[in-house]
């Protein structure tokens, strides 16, 4: 079984920033690519920012310049920094990692990030 725990989101004002943190757990020998999603009601689920084990990156075209995706591969965390939030980017964020040889994606349960005035 592998475990993902998202914790940090929030109602942020457009224009703040916040800091999505996500933890591996559990059976997550040859863990590989991590990242988040996200879905805004009445939208499909999207790809916000990707991580390599490497430490490449790649970014939905809507967060590049904003946001920053990193990881400790010690601590099989994730971590998505978000500045100048808008309010377009309100949605439940998802946290993903990929596990093992067949690289079976696995899901977080989801933070809520609100943006608001």
């Known amino acids: 079984q592998v475990q993902l725990v998202e914790s940090g989101g929030g109602l942020v004002q457009p224009g703040g920033s916040l800091r999505l943190s996500c933890a591996a757990s559990?059976?997550?020998?040859?863990?590989?690519?991590m990242g988040w999603y996200r879905q805004a009601p009445g939208k499909e689920r999207e790809l916000v920012a990707s991580?390599?084990?490497?430490?490449?990156?790649n970014y939905a075209d809507s967060v590049k310049g904003r946001f920053t995706i990193s990881r400790d591969n010690a601590e099989n965390t994730v971590i998505l920094q978000m500045n100048s939030l808008n309010v377009e980017d309100t949605a439940v964020y998802y946290c993903?990692?990929?596990?093992?040889?067949?690289?079976?994606?696995?899901w977080g349960q989801g933070t809520q990030v609100t943006v608001s005035s």
């Open positions: 993903y990692a990929e596990v093992g040889t067949w690289r079976l994606r696995h």
């Open positions: 559990g059976s997550i020998f040859g863990l590989n690519d």
């Open positions: 991580i390599t084990s490497g430490g490449s990156t």
